[in-house]
Structure formats: C-alpha cells, structure tokens
C-alpha cells in the first residue's frame, strides 16, 4: 500500500487497482458458472473469503494480547449465513437490536454481546432471559436501571458492560456515557443487585488507522488510574469495538467529494479512462501492533483483563460481490443492468468507487459508460465506466466488494431483490 496520511485523498494508484481488477478476471469462470444454476442478478458470498478474513484477524490480535475475544458485528452484514460461518471460526456475535438478538439465539451462539442505543424492555428482557448467553452493553443510566428491573422481576442476574461516548459532540453523543461519568455509573451499579458489571465497551468509527482508537485508550488509562481499586478489580473486560476500514482504503470517484456527481458524469471523450481517488488505510497488522503497544502501556499497568473486538466491515467487506447482467444498451456510453441499487440500500456509486467488470468480454481496461439500474429513478448508478472489450445486451457484469453495509441495507423498492448463492 502506497504510505499516505489517513485523512489524505489522492489518484488510485494504476498497479493497485489493475491487480484487483485482474484478480477477479482470473476468476471470472467460477462467476460465470453459478449463472449456469441461477439467474440474475444474484448477491454472490465468497465463503473462504469470510473464513480468511475471520482468520487473519484472529491471528493479528491474538499474538499481541494474552486475552482476547472476537464478537462479529452483525449489523454489517446480516445474512445469517454470514454469522453461522464466524461462529464456526470460533467468533460470537455482536447485536444491536432484539431481531439481531433472536437470530444469534437461532444459530446456537453462546457468547454474544448486545450493543447499541434505545433498547427496548422487550429486547432487555430477551437479554435477560438468556442471560447464560447475553452480555448487555448498556448504553445510558436508565438502560441500566431498566435491565436491573426487568432482571430482578424474573429473579435472574443479567452480565453488563457499559458503553462510553468517544464523541461528546454532534450526532456520536447519543451512543453511551460520557468517560467523565464511568465512576458515577459504577456507584449506580452497586445499588443494582441483579446487574453483574463486568466492562467497559467504546466505539471509533472508519478507522482508517488507529488513532483514534489510541486516544481514546490512552484517555481510558487516565480515569482507570484515578478509580477506586476496589471498584477498577471488577472489570473484567475491555472491548474496542470495531470501525477497522478494509486495507484495500477508501475508493472514491472524486477527490472533491461535494462536487463528486458533477465531476463523473460531465462531458469526457469516451477514449479516455476515468481517473479515481482513494484514502489509504492500514493493514490489520498495524491495528494490532499499535492498539496493543497503547493497552499495555495505558490500560495494564491498571488492570489486567480480556480485551473485546467487534469487527463487521473488515471481516465481510471483500466476501461478497454482486452479480448483473445487461438489459439495454440505449447508446454506446449508456447501459441498464437487471439489478437495481435497491440491492445496496443506498446512493453508492455516485460517491464511491468500485470496478464495473464485464465477465462476458474481459479487458484491463476502462471504458467511460453510464452503467444504470432498472429503478425507476436517476440515482440508479452503478458506475460510469466499465473494464472490458465493449459492452452489448447480455453480458454478465460483477461488481466485487458489495459485503459491507450493502446487504444489510437493501430495500424492497420497486424491484426484486437478489437470492443469495455461496460457492
């Protein structure tokens, strides 16, 4: 990966992006033969793909922490395949709402962490109920004396954490308690008999290296030192979160993101490949070594526990890919696909970028082309180039690295979502 600063967006680098584009070429048959069984468009999960990924993040953490636990943030990709195969590489699962609950429940998940804010006192009391099962990440300090409520009406202990704020402005205040607050709220927890508090839980998001994650460690170490011993023994656990961005960066049509839609669809000889733009980030690797180098020198010297990841985009980012073909060809720059941006839930590729691969008619290079949805709305943009010889009716096209925030977030507007195929 070229070294660039985190918050830096310049030109995509031609030898990174022609490797990734070519690494999917170089499989274009086993995508081709699963429309010999299906039709599109199809959502295509790559299970080795989640296997690798589960692997490689274990590894990088596990050899930087004595103990540590894995917990895969469901809300990043739903489809419970998706969790069943974490689970069986030895993940539990991270839920954020009583219907992600009831589906880790299902799948047999015995270590399972519930996040998130405004849970209900159904969802607490589903917690509850599965008590030998659940650790309940509490968000405020109603949460906490609703679920020592809940819990003490059905006479059972319920293990908590609770989460604190890492922004104190703006919208990210609504997740947690501010840092300040952690003594406070552990002098509400000792007159709660039926909560058991065992950790702390904070949250950075897109994470591009870990700088963040570090400030917030290193102010963590501060309010540990200055608590009670006999309260700061209790923590059993400290869990990071997750907000890890893949190593592959941030992928952008525009280095001018405000103007983004104007820049990409403005009048280009057709001849002429597009340029992209991109926002590094660090490998796994880099998270371990540098996450680690902070808990040992501003959470052990205070206490020694298990230390938590949630990982959602990084694991299933890469794992699966979704697969189109072409309807019409209104001009030579304008096609529509059978698969609509219903099938990612949002706006995309206006603003991101990811490579339009034509299968039938394989090329390394980049042809300017509208390649459209079949919605019927204009914001229906799967990119504005395709890699190929040409583009014609019929031709399969994939687009590759859809796992992330896109499943998850369909929507059943105006036309059929894709099935699901592994391979």
């Known amino acids: 990966m070229v070294q660039k600063k985190m918050n830096e967006i310049s030109r995509l680098p031609s030898k990174i992006l022609l490797e990734f584009v070519n690494a999917y070429f170089d499989r274009r048959h086993l995508f081709l033969d699963v429309l010999e069984r299906n039709s599109s468009p199809l959502y295509l999960l790559d299970t080795s793909t989640i296997k ?16 540590v636990s894995f917990y895969y943030a469901v809300k990043s990709n739903n489809y419970s395949e998706v969790s069943r195969l974490l689970l069986n590489s030895g993940f539990g699962l991270d839920v954020s709402s009583g219907i992600e609950l009831e589906t880790a429940l299902s799948l047999g998940a015995s270590d399972i962490v519930f996040s998130g804010p405004g849970k209900t006192n159904d969802e607490l009391m ?4 599965h008590h030998d099962r659940v650790t309940v990440l509490m968000d405020s300090f109603g949460e906490l004396f609703r679920l020592n409520s809940i819990a003490a009406s059905v006479k059972k202990t319920v293990r908590a954490g609770v989460r604190l704020t890492t922004n104190t402005h703006g919208l990210w205040r609504k997740f947690g308690i501010l840092p300040e607050r952690l003594n406070a709220f552990c002098e509400e927890v000792e007159t709660c008999n039926n909560v058991l508090f065992e950790g702390i839980q904070f949250h950075t998001s897109w994470n591009r290296s870990p700088l ?20 700061r023994v209790k923590i059993r656990f400290i869990d990071i979160g997750g907000g890890y ?82 309807v019409d060809k209104k001009a030579p720059d304008l ?39 079949s919605l019927c709305t204009p914001h229906d943009v799967w990119g504005y180039a395709y890699w190929g010889r040409r583009i014609e009716v019929g031709d399969v096209l994939l687009i ?15 036309k059929p979502l894709p099935s699901v195929v592994s391979f």
């Open 126 to 129: 589903l917690a509850v109920t």
């Open 52 to 67: 690798a990924r589960a692997a490689d993040f274990m590894t990088a953490f596990r050899g930087t922490f004595p103990e």
């Open 245 to 326: 961005w893949p190593a592959m960066g941030e992928w952008l049509q525009s280095a001018d993101m405000p103007d983004a839609i104007q820049k990409v669809t403005s009048a280009c000889p057709v001849t002429t490949p597009p340029d992209h733009y991109f926002q590094p980030a660090s490998p796994i690797a880099v998270f371990a070594e540098k996450i680690g180098a902070a808990v040992k020198t501003h959470i052990f010297p205070h206490l020694r526990c298990r230390i938590c990841f949630e990982p959602g985009r990084w694991i299933c980012n890469d794992a699966m890919h979704l697969l189109m073909s072409v």
């Open 212 to 231: 963040a994650q570090i400030e917030f460690i290193r102010l963590l170490g501060k309010i540990l030192g200055k608590m009670d011993p006999g309260r």
């Open 335 to 373: 096609v529509i696909t059978d698969a609509g941006t219903n099938s990612v839930g949002w706006e995309r590729f206006e603003t991101d970028y990811f490579p339009v691969l034509n299968l039938t008619r394989p090329e390394l290079f980049e042809t300017r082309c509208h390649v459209l949805g």
């Open 400 to 414: 590759p690295a859809q796992g992330a925030y896109t499943y998850s977030l369909r929507q059943n507007f105006i």
